[in-house]
């Protein structure tokens, strides 16, 4: 028989919010009809020990207008055993009791006060990873040369093979009833395997073609951060800190808009703010799908997720920048190198990566903080916030032919962009509150020993202080730029460019509209150098067409000149990446806009 293991629970109860990773998980269900969790989570929201939680989680309560409860959860299907969900009113002493049983990962039941529910499910069976090799035999031999084939050993060498603290993340299932005991009892649940990210496997190995029983395919750093966490190696917890843990919510709400724009920002954006659109488009880069059939594909979506919700559920994860599987020539599973020089400007446009110009040999952080398609010839909005590599290479700036471009030794540095922004810190004796540090901040004054490196003797207080000033100084060129812009704006544009930047403003109730000179020189989605007036319903400058009249449209020698200002501006750097070529961009647009100045 069967050992029926309790997953987490939650509870009904008024007004308390959830708390997964803790066991427990309170639900904000009042005596109206409410909701708490979502019944379309299909991804992990909290970091578990060992990676994927073999024991059912709940997911969602939610009450109905009948009086009804609807719990749901995620788990693993056993063919045989079904899961029982029992719910314990007031939590009293032997008060449980099953309200339903079912094989399927959702029930309904009647409303009951107070109510604490937890799901019991059989103890997992897993299969082991060699039994996964004998239809993954490509997956299992690459997964044989990474480190976590080996995690076991590791602690062998540090004599901690036998701590019970270490072998949930080194081993498959330690705890569990069929889980990990020892290599000699159980030698193919050794090391970080298939099961340890993919859950466990037993029936599905018995039954491949039975959809019920299919391994999970997780995205979500959750899953790493199950074990790759606390004061010793804080991987995750750095990381969800970053912006790279969310998608960006203005583009998430965007994915999951009408089907008619949803289809467009994923293929615009997609690629490089939603870790599922560009998980899928890494599977199949010349794919001839559309971007929802490709997504469904690959990730098996269940009735009720759309691509677009796929796309704004998970940010750049750990398997955007690492192979899961795979052991590569760039060191920690990367995908990509860390080291390229070659232009690179990767398009929004185009419904693939191989048409959107996608090059796997420029370094990772590269992928995307590229121009992504920036233009001199843009008239809509300015170049995207992303030319960090370009800008560190020196090159996509508008610059005289043949002439030599001034370089600072910064795109020199090994490993250049996580060379700086990847510093490891480790410590003698890390606590919560002195961690050691990964780098996953992407910080680069969490350390400034990369600097010392050319800035010998020099302590932090200098370097510092040297930022500051560079910084400083960049902002005053910046201004410098951007004010003679506006002064040829306002002395030297035609007429119709001087009339064709608006402002719209509430005053005593009217709708007014204003022209704005000052934005003759602008995209017709000003940039942020021109930030609109406090209480402005609409900010706009010039039209495509008027920007691109032959006869009183902007000069090339301007569009030249914002488009290198703003290359410098949205760089963020401030003239840290490469202050030389930075400045020289500056300089060329200035000259542009004073020849424009003196005509």
Same mark, same amino acid.
């Given at each position: ?134 239809? !993954? ?23 901690? !093979? ?83 843990? /969310? ?25 490089? !703010? ?55 020539? &760039?060191?920690?599973?990367?995908? &990509? ?12 446009s185009g419904t693939n990566l191989v048409q959107k110009g996608y090059d796997a040999t420029v370094q990772v952080c590269g992928q995307c903080h590229n121009g992504r398609g ?185 569009? /030249? ?19 030389? &070529? ?18």
């Amino acid at each position: 028989m069967n050992t029926l293991v309790p997953g987490f629970w939650q509870q009904v109860r008024p007004m308390i919010r959830c708390g997964l990773a803790l066991g427990l998980a309170l639900a904000a269900v009042g005596a109206q009809a409410a909701a708490h969790g979502d019944p379309f989570e299909i991804h992990l929201k909290e970091p578990h020990e060992g990676g994927m939680p073999p024991r059912p989680i709940i997911t969602s309560i939610r009450t109905t207008t009948n009086n009804e409860v609807v719990v749901t959860w995620r788990g693993f299907v056993d063919p045989v055993t079904p899961f029982m969900l029992q719910a314990n009113p007031g939590l009293r002493s032997n008060g449980w009791q099953t309200v339903a049983t079912t094989y399927g990962l959702s029930a309904t039941v009647p409303l009951m006060d107070n109510a604490t529910f937890r799901v019991l499910a059989p103890s997992p069976t897993f299969a082991g990873s060699t039994e996964c090799s004998a239809c !993954h035999r490509g997956t299992h031999s690459r997964w044989l040369e990474t480190r976590h084939a080996h995690a076991l050993d590791t602690l062998k060498r540090i004599n901690m !093979h036998n701590n019970s603290r270490c072998l949930p993340c080194h081993t498959i299932g330690y705890g569990l009833p069929t889980g990990y005991k020892s290599e000699t009892l159980t030698p193919d649940l050794a090391n970080v395997g298939c099961e340890s990210c993919h859950g466990p496997s037993a029936a599905h190995a018995a039954n491949p073609f039975d959809p019920t029983t299919r391994p999970v395919k997780e995205l979500a750093s959750q899953l790493c951060g199950g074990c790759h966490t606390d004061a010793h190696h804080p991987t995750f917890n750095e990381w969800e800190t970053h912006l790279h843990a /969310e998608v960006n919510e203005e583009i998430a709400a965007g994915f999951e808009g009408p089907a008619a724009t949803s289809l467009g920002r994923m293929n615009s954006c997609g690629a490089c !703010h939603s870790g599922s659109v560009r998980y899928a488009m890494l599977k199949e880069p010349a794919t001839t799908n559309s971007l929802p059939t490709l997504m469904t594909n690959v990730f098996h979506l269940p009735p009720g997720v759309s691509a677009g919700r796929e796309a704004a559920d998970i940010g750049i994860t750990c398997v955007v920048c690492h192979s899961s599987h795979t052991k590569t020539e &760039y060191g920690y599973q990367l995908r &990509y190198p860390l080291f390229s020089t070659n232009a690179y400007n990767m398009v929004t446009s185009g419904t693939n990566l191989v048409q959107k110009g996608y090059d796997a040999t420029v370094q990772v952080c590269g992928q995307c903080h590229n121009g992504r398609g920036a233009d001199v010839t843009g008239t809509a909005r300015p170049p995207h916030h992303s030319p960090q590599y370009n800008i560190l290479v020196g090159n996509l700036g508008v610059v005289p032919t043949n002439a030599p471009v001034p370089m600072s030794p910064h795109w020199q540095i090994e490993n250049q962009c996580a060379g700086c922004h990847m510093q490891k810190v480790t410590v003698t004796n890390p606590t919560a509150n002195n961690p050691n540090h990964t780098g996953h901040t992407f910080n680069p004054t969490q350390s400034f020993e990369k600097c010392r490196e050319c800035h010998t003797g020099q302590d932090d207080e200098w370097m510092e202080l040297l930022i500051e000033f560079t910084k400083e100084t960049m902002h005053n060129k910046i201004a410098e730029v951007k004010n003679n812009l506006v002064l040829w704006a306002t002395t030297k544009a035609s007429p119709q460019l001087r009339n064709a930047g608006k402002v719209v403003m509430m005053v005593n109730g009217v709708r007014v509209t204003n022209s704005v000179p000052e934005l003759a020189w602008e995209f017709n989605v000003p940039g942020q150098l021109s930030p609109p007036p406090p209480g402005a319903l609409s900010w706009t400058g010039p039209t495509t067409a008027q920007q691109n009249n032959p006869t009183n449209g902007l000069p090339q020698a301007i569009k /030249e000149a914002r488009f290198n200002l703003y290359l410098v501006e949205h760089d963020g750097s401030y003239g840290v990446h490469n202050n030389a &070529y930075a400045r020289y961009l500056l300089k060329v647009a200035n000259d542009k806009v004073k020849a424009e100045l003196a005509k």
